[in-house]
T-cell receptor, first 112, second 113 residues
Framework: GNSVTQMEGPVTLSEEAFLTINCTYT??????LFWYVQYPGEGLQLLLKATKADDKGSNKGFEATYRKETTSFHLEKGSVQVSDSAVYFC???????????FGKGTKLTVNP | KAGVTQTPRYLIKTRGQQVTLSCSPI?????VSWYQQTPGQGLQFLFEYFSETQRNKGNFPGRFSGRQFSNSRSEMNVSTLELGDSALYLC????????????FGPGTRLTVL
């Protein structure tokens, strides 16, 4: 079946450091790929998405590129802020289904 | 435009009881999905409703059920609660198709004692 694997962390960075959170997927065909973020005590917020190969999703300084050849959708940000501290989830949907399949999540802590 | 709302936000129940959680989707959204989030299992899909019909179901026992009303509001019910049902239950709504973005509510935190 479909699955998502992401680095589990936790990840601790200093402010203004470069961030990469790796995400790879297993799916047949062409899934849509997402990054969601969850701040403490809150639900999930969509951070960015890509629906076809080579698409780049971007939002709030975060970027991720849909790489079909490596089945990856790594999240990057050039300079993180303390306010970026949260849990980040990589996810996919496929095959006409609304069902989101999530990775385990990566907790990011950014220190001043 | 108002976001997805879920009520109640927090709930404490005892084993064997039943519980009903409510979700109001974003205005105009016709699809509602439910997810369970636990530290051990992460985020798992429960079910999805569209136009009052269950369109997709995850791998959960029959104690977990749901429904959707004509105004797209949805409820999920858990009967005969077990300790392991303690979780954050998240509802998400979207316009229609599988490629539409799902927008999540803040969740209902259920604690089973």
């Amino acid at each position: 079946g479909n699955s998502v694997t992401q680095m589990e962390g936790p990840v601790t960075l200093s402010e203004e450091a470069f961030l990469t959170i790796n995400c790879t997927y297993t799916a047949t065909g062409y899934p849509s790929l997402f990054w969601y973020v969850q701040y403490p005590g809150e639900g999930l917020q969509l951070l960015l998405k890509a629906t076809k190969a080579d698409d780049k999703g971007s939002n709030k300084g975060f970027e991720a590129t849909y790489r079909k050849e490596t089945t990856s959708f790594h999240l990057e940000k050039g300079s993180v802020q303390v306010s970026d501290s949260a849990v980040y989830f990589c996810a996919l949907t496929q095959g006409g289904s609304e069902k989101l399949v999530f990775g385990k999540g990566t907790k990011l802590t950014v220190n001043p | 435009k108002a976001g997805v709302t879920q009520t109640p936000r927090y709930l404490i129940k005892t084993r064997g009881q039943q519980v009903t959680l409510s979700c109001s989707p974003i205005s105009g959204h016709r699809s509602v999905s439910w997810y369970q989030q636990t530290p051990g299992q992460g985020l798992q899909f429960l079910f999805e409703y569209f136009s009052e019909t269950q369109r997709n179901k995850g791998n959960f026992p029959g104690r977990f059920s749901g429904r959707q009303f004509s105004n797209s509001r949805s409820e999920m019910n858990v009967s005969t609660l077990e300790l392991g049902d303690s979780a954050l239950y998240l509802c998400a709504s979207s316009l229609d198709t599988a490629t539409d973005t799902q927008y999540f509510g803040p969740g209902t935190r259920l604690t089973v004692l």
